[in-house]
Nanobody
Framework: QVWLVESGGGVVQAGGSLRLSCAAS????????VGWFRQAPGKEREFVST????????LYAASVEGRFTISRDSAKNTVYLQMNNLKPEDTAVYYC????????????????WGKGTQVTVSS
């Protein structure tokens, strides 16, 4: 069992930055990586980024490529999502989850979802 807790959300103006954290605890066996997804009101949950357990594989959604950076700190069992040049369309609840199978962009490949952290970008 793995437990994930997100933090770092907030309200920021367009063009601003936030760093989200995803703290993990529990058994890591069977974990392929950790991913970030987001869900805006009235929309489906969408893939944002993922990083492999070893940190040697990273993937971004096209909508955040070049603005968001995912990273990990193994000593702290934490995955980060640095979000720069935020846009109003980035407003959503952001979730992290454990990837246990592939493909990496499919929410069905993930379990142990956190409760999410709200990110609001004002124009």
């Amino acid at each position: 069992q793995v437990w994930l807790v997100e933090s770092g959300g907030g309200v920021v103006q367009a063009g601003g930055s936030l760093r989200l954290s995803c703290a993990a605890s529990g058994r890591a066996s069977g974990t392929l990586g950790v991913g970030w997804f987001r869900q805006a009101p009235g929309k489906e949950r969408e893939f944002v980024s993922t990083i492999t357990r070893r940190g040697d594989g990273i993937l971004y959604a096209a909508s955040v490529e070049g603005r968001f950076t995912i990273s990990r700190d193994s000593a702290k069992n934490t995955v980060y999502l640095q979000m720069n040049n935020l846009k109003p369309e980035d407003t959503a609840v952001y979730y992290c989850a454990r990837q246990w199978t592939g493909p990496s962009i499919d929410a069905q490949s993930y379990d142990s979802w956190g409760k999410g952290t709200q990110v609001t970008v004002s124009s």
